[in-house]
């Protein structure tokens, strides 16, 4: 048998130069010190963008981490360089800004109405079922349903009192 592409057992021991913990073995032929501390997926990525090979740790032998390789289970390892630490991950990217307030749905007409309010200003009952082609008591229901769910308010003080639609950001959720 050869020693061509040979894979042996890794074995710990100190650093020749820095005297730190590292995995000491021949990976496909490659002799390989590994740092010991086992990386995260965060780490893998930072050890790649590094410029450091990283390898798998697969009954006690070093398996070189490729395309080819990705799916490959068991702790990650990276080589070892002394006096370097791995680069830090990079940083999270800022939380996104939370998507303005879906207005809940509550049946076609009611919608209609609430973006009459919206599009006209405060508008009477009869204004609103004229405008719309509804009954005054359709309107009259929706209107009330919108005010149940936080989307119109009626305007007091004046008789017969308008009604006015509340913006998006201000309805609450479910």
């Given at each position: ?5 040979i894979?042996?057992?890794?074995l710990?021991g ?5 005297r730190?913990l590292v995995?000491?073995g021949v990976?496909e ?6 740092d010991?501390?086992?990386?995260d997926?965060?780490?893998?990525f930072a050890a ?7 390898y ?6 070093l ?8 799916g ?7 080589d ?5 630490p ?10 996104r800004?939370?998507?303005?307030a879906a207005?809940?749905y ?5 919608n209609?109405?609430r ?6 200003g ?5 204004g609103v079922?004229?405008?719309?082609g509804?009954?005054?008591?359709t309107?009259e229901?929706l209107l ?9 308010e009626?305007?007091a003080?004046?008789?017969p ?5 509340v ?8």
């Open positions: 048998m050869s020693d061509h592409m894979t042996t057992q890794v710990p100190p650093c020749r130069r820095c730190s995995l000491t990976a032929g490659v002799p390989v010190n590994a010991a501390q086992p990386l997926r965060d780490g893998v790649l963008l590094g410029g450091r090979s990283t798998v740790l697969q009954r006690g032998e398996v070189r981490l490729d395309a080819t390789r990705a490959l289970t068991g702790p990650v390892v990276a070892h360089r002394c006096g370097e791995l680069p830090a991950p990079p940083p999270a990217p800022p939380p800004a939370a998507p303005p207005v809940p509550i049946s076609r007409n009611a209609r109405v973006e009459h309010l919206l599009a006209h405060p508008d009477l009952t009869t079922a004229v405008r719309l509804l009954s005054v008591e309107a229901n009330r349903r919108l005010v149940a769910a936080g989307q119109a009626r305007i003080g004046v008789i009192a308008p009604w006015r639609a913006a998006a950001e201000l309805i609450p959720p479910y």
